[in-house]
């Protein structure tokens, strides 16, 4: 990891990487939590078998850990170094003829996201933990759904969650096509399909997101 991370073409690789894995995981936390729109019941057991499966819980749940830490320190990393590297603001050239603002201001939108993954993990993670590890509650499956539910009655809330998820779409419509890039994947053919692919990732999947929310304050 320390030689991955040791140069500018190594960082922006492992940024791109971590971004992939992070990409994977949205789809996957997208179509648990789009089940408490159709189906209770579907969502309940979905939930209770992330939470008690130990490989979820001891394995791929420090791995998420780690990707978004990781992920986001470095980002921070690259993001002082390109600074540091062009101390003269663009004036000359225009900044905003050569790059979208999106690309120019990743640190803005990765720390509105930053502070929405603080507000979630308090709102999920951390009653979560408290339920199973402090308070030593027993099992119960059915109490997934109603609590999800019972979060979203506060618009202030959800309001906040949908201004954090359309930063998400921008960040995403420059990251998504980004991340490939770092890796390589560059070519006539497949770039401009990359960059429609991302377009749509960017769109849809913040906007589920947003949906969900508005669906669970607006059947309250």
């Known amino acids: 990891m320390a030689g991955l991370t040791s140069s500018t073409i190594g960082r922006k690789y492992a940024m791109a990487l971590s971004a992939m ?26 939930s209770e078998f992330m939470g008690y499966n130990p490989l979820i819980q001891f394995v791929m749940q420090p791995v998420l850990g780690f ?11 690259l993001e002082i170094k390109n600074r540091n590297a062009r101390p003269v603001k663009y004036a000359v050239n225009g900044s905003a003829a ?3 603002w999106m690309s120019r201001n990743m640190i803005i939108s990765g720390l509105v996201v930053l502070a929405f993954l603080g507000l979630h993990m308090y ?20 109490r997934y759904w109603p609590e999800l539910h019972a979060q979203f009655g506060n618009i202030a809330r959800v309001l906040f969650y949908v201004v954090a998820f359309v930063l998400l779409g921008l960040h995403l419509a420059h990251g998504f096509q980004s991340s490939f890039q770092s890796v390589g994947a560059r070519h006539p053919k497949y770039t401009p399909m990359l960059k429609t692919l991302g377009t749509w990732y960017s769109i849809l999947i913040p906007g589920a ?11 309250q």
Do not use: C, Q
């Open 21 to 46: 894995f992070l990409l994977i995981f949205l789809l996957i936390h997208l179509f648990v939590n789009s089940l408490s729109v159709f189906s209770p019941d579907a969502f309940n057991a979905a």
């Open 67 to 77: 990707a978004v830490i990781f992920h986001f320190v470095l980002g921070f990393v």
């Open 98 to 100: 050569n790059s979208t």
């Open 123 to 142: 709102d999920f993670w951390w009653h979560e933990m408290d339920y199973k590890y402090i308070v030593g509650n027993v099992r119960d499956e059915a």
């Open 209 to 219: 997101f947003i949906f969900i929310a508005v669906f669970h304050y607006v059947t």
